[in-house]
């Protein structure tokens, strides 16, 4: 397996210390993880869990300038169908419904004209909350723009789905990724996106009303100077929403080594809640807010089972390993991550720059 080999010695840079808060003070979390995702990244890894400031981190890890090659099978570059706000017809009874209420209430609160919406079907939206909690973290609890010019930036974008979304919204929406090929084909569609690293945009201060980073903070060499920049391009006033993976998820502790969250080498730095909204306090944001979680434990749980049976997590046909007691072990997870947020796969955090 790829993973028996080494990553190349003269590829490594090592830490010794906290990538966030500099604290040498450390324990081993995790030791000889691998690549089980995407399985194309040579070496073992060590994650270790810092006694200053709580989170974890590899150590050591692909330098900055030769982690491309842990990219090679990375799902940004699959060209798989994306979700859409405007699905083409014909559409099926339920989802003619789901849609119909969803777009309803979206054409309400952003004064937008989304297609299927049914007449006065925002009036229903209260009545199902958990699909709703399910639609504003799809649109990433977007304010509206109510007519204004406002300016999105979708850091780490991929091909560009929101964006897209974001347009239907009613913001202006710009993109940012390191892979070419993702720039490229959202760029085909239409979408302004461009190349760009994190610290590093070449973006003007304080031009941007809204930044969403998605499954991208824990992929970053330096995650505080990412935060520093992202604070500087916000306008007075504006909001960054950052989601990742939670280092504090019942997951983690369910499958150790095999969680789908740790994606070693990607993934380099992972957060408790608490450890980022904190860094985000000292960074200078405040309404520092984590959102509830919504169901995510099914995807979590059925790849981190089949990376724990040895098998491809994104292998054809039923996850490998799946039965229903898994079923139900992931129904529970969620069922504790609406009780309790901090205890979610994935974590969801707004932080609001001083007006
Ligand atoms: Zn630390």
Redesign the pocket.
């Known amino acids: 397996m790829i993973f028996d080999e080494p990553w190349p010695e003269n590829e490594l840079e090592t830490l010794g210390a906290?990538p966030?808060?500099?604290?040498t003070e450390r324990a081993v979390l995790l030791d000889g993880l691998h690549d089980m995702a995407f399985r194309v990244a040579p070496g073992r890894w060590t994650l270790w869990r810092?006694g200053?400031?709580?989170?974890a981190y590899l150590d050591p890890r692909p330098a900055a300038a030769f982690i491309v090659k842990a990219y090679e099978r990375y799902y940004t570059h699959g060209g798989a169908e994306s979700f859409r706000l405007d699905p083409p017809g014909p559409l099926d009874l339920r989802t003619r419904f789901i849609t119909g209420i969803r777009n309803a209430w979206l054409n309400h609160r952003y004064g937008v004209k989304l297609p299927w919406a049914l007449p006065l079907g925002w009036l229903l939206a209260g009545f199902f909350p958990d699909r709703q909690r399910r639609v504003e973290q799809l649109i990433r609890h977007l304010p509206p723009a109510k007519g204004q010019r406002r300016v999105l930036l979708d850091a780490g974008c991929g091909s560009g789905d929101f964006l897209r979304m974001a347009g239907q919204l009613g913001y202006q929406a710009m993109g940012l990724d390191f892979d070419h090929e993702a720039v490229a084909r959202g760029k085909a569609a239409g979408l302004d996106i461009r190349q760009g690293s994190l610290p590093g945009t070449g973006l003007a201060p304080e031009s941007i009303d809204y930044i969403t980073i998605s499954h991208v903070l824990e992929h970053v060499h330096d995650p505080v100077g990412t935060l520093e920049e992202l604070f500087g391009l916000l306008k007075p006033g504006g909001c960054l929403w950052i989601t990742q993976p939670n280092l504090s998820a019942l997951g983690l502790k369910e499958f150790g080594p095999a969680w789908r969250g740790l994606e070693p080498p990607r993934h380099l730095t992972l957060f408790e809640p608490a450890g980022l909204m904190t860094l985000l306090d000292q960074l200078g944001f405040e309404r520092v807010e984590l959102h509830d979680a919504v169901p995510q434990a099914g995807f979590y749980y059925s790849q981190s089972r089949a990376q724990q049976v040895g098998a491809d997590p994104y292998g054809p046909g039923e996850p490998a390993g799946w039965s229903p007691d898994w079923e139900a072990k992931a129904a529970a997870a969620d069922a504790a991550a609406a009780q309790d947020s901090r205890l979610s796969e994935a974590l969801t955090i707004t932080a609001w720059k001083p007006v």
Do not use: L, Q, R
């Open positions: 906290c966030v808060c500099g604290s810092c200053g400031c709580t989170a």
